[in-house]
């Protein structure tokens, strides 16, 4: 694959910080990781002007995501999708619907008997959003200058995490794989069946012990990886062994604990990376 790649280059504690616009220009593609803390949350601004929502944090961390929404002039969201039905991914998107036009909706189909997955069901059957279940090889259209395939999704008895929605995107020369939530076994068998190659990583689990085989990064060769996940949560996240890994096939590591809202923005002639915050100042203030 071929790249061209614009990055800010993070060594340890220093940054190179650089003067980019808020908002992308028309024909750009942004990816937005949403610091939602434990959680996951990520809006895709596309070239023609479509809204993307995947996931939406912890129920608390809704009122920051619809201000982030805000913040970027989000009107409506084409496309919900809710990558399985943990706390941590579908809790925020409640908040969401009550506050945006939501055009339709994504699920896996697996039920949850949680207090949340219900209130998440209830609302979308208020709004009367329209909603698909994930398959995978399924091409997700909303526009046509992204080209979004699902990988991975629920079948049979696997766990919600097994389950997770798992998305390659493509946009120019440039591709994103975005995790979820899945387990090893999962990334074995997308080894087998796919190209997985990509320049962004989103690592699977907020970095959890139970994802992200050295083979599988070999396999992705990704030039940097995104990983999701509050300061000093409960879990230990990320373990020491995914950090290694990703150290040990040299990509660029950002994770939202340090850096907060991570946007890579993407146009014809590759990517660049920016950072909400520096991590000296995280340093200095977590």
Same mark, same amino acid.
Request: charged share 25%; net charge positive.
């Given at each position: 694959?071929?790249?061209?790649?614009?990055?800010?280059?993070? $060594? !340890?504690?220093?940054? #190179?910080? +650089?003067? %980019?616009?808020?908002?992308?220009?028309?024909?750009?593609? =942004?990816?937005?990781?949403?610091?939602?803390?434990?959680?996951?949350?990520?809006?895709?601004?596309?070239?023609?002007?479509k809204n993307i929502l995947i996931d939406g944090g912890r129920p608390k961390a809704g009122k920051k995501v619809v201000t982030f929404l805000k913040k970027q002039g989000?009107?409506?969201?084409?496309?919900?999708?809710?990558?399985?039905?943990?706390?941590?991914?579908?809790?925020?998107?409640?908040?969401?619907?009550?506050?945006?036009?939501?055009?339709?909706?994504?699920?896996?189909?697996?039920?949850?008997?949680?207090?949340?997955?219900?209130?998440?069901?209830?609302? $979308? !059957?208020?709004?009367? #959003?329209? +909603?698909? %279940?994930?398959?995978?090889?399924?091409?997700?259209?909303? =526009?046509?200058?992204?080209?979004?395939?699902?990988?991975?999704?629920?079948?049979?008895?696997?766990?919600?995490?097994?389950?997770?929605?798992?998305?390659?995107?493509?946009?120019?020369?440039?591709?994103?794989?975005?995790?979820?939530?899945v387990e090893k076994k999962q990334e074995k068998k997308l080894m087998k069946n796919y190209n997985l190659d990509s320049d962004i990583l989103k690592v699977a689990h907020?970095?959890?012990?139970?994802?992200?085989?050295?083979?599988?990064?070999?396999e992705v060769t990704p030039e940097a990886a995104i990983l999701t996940y509050g300061q000093k949560n409960k879990f230990g996240h990320p373990v020491d062994r995914v950090?290694?890994?990703?150290?040990?096939?040299?990509?660029?590591?950002?994770?939202?604990?340090?850096?907060?809202?991570?946007?890579?923005?993407?146009?014809?002639?590759?990517?660049?990376?920016?950072?909400?915050?520096?991590?000296?100042?995280?340093?200095?203030?977590?």
């Amino acid at each position: 694959m071929q790249r061209n790649v614009f990055m800010i280059i993070v $060594i !340890i504690v220093s940054t #190179i910080t +650089i003067p %980019i616009p808020l908002h992308a220009q028309e024909s750009d593609l =942004d990816v937005h990781f949403i610091d939602v803390g434990q959680g996951d949350s990520i809006l895709i601004e596309t070239p023609s002007g479509k809204n993307i929502l995947i996931d939406g944090g912890r129920p608390k961390a809704g009122k920051k995501v619809v201000t982030f929404l805000k913040k970027q002039g989000v009107g409506k969201i084409d496309l919900m999708v809710a990558t399985h039905p943990d706390i941590d991914h579908i809790g925020g998107l409640i908040t969401v619907m009550k506050t945006f036009e939501v055009k339709r909706m994504l699920d896996i189909g697996k039920i949850n008997s949680t207090k949340t997955y219900a209130r998440y069901v209830s609302q $979308i !059957i208020r709004q009367q #959003i329209p +909603i698909e %279940i994930a398959e995978r090889d399924d091409l997700i259209k909303v =526009d046509s200058e992204l080209k979004v395939r699902i990988l991975n999704s629920h079948t049979g008895s696997k766990t919600a995490n097994q389950s997770s929605i798992v998305m390659k995107m493509t946009f120019e020369e440039t591709d994103f794989l975005l995790m979820s939530d899945v387990e090893k076994k999962q990334e074995k068998k997308l080894m087998k069946n796919y190209n997985l190659d990509s320049d962004i990583l989103k690592v699977a689990h907020h970095g959890s012990h139970t994802s992200t085989g050295l083979k599988f990064l070999r396999e992705v060769t990704p030039e940097a990886a995104i990983l999701t996940y509050g300061q000093k949560n409960k879990f230990g996240h990320p373990v020491d062994r995914v950090m290694d890994n990703l150290r040990k096939v040299n990509t660029a590591i950002y994770p939202t604990a340090m850096f907060g809202t991570i946007t890579i923005r993407t146009d014809e002639k590759g990517f660049v990376i920016i950072n909400e915050k520096s991590p000296t100042n995280w340093l200095e203030t977590g």
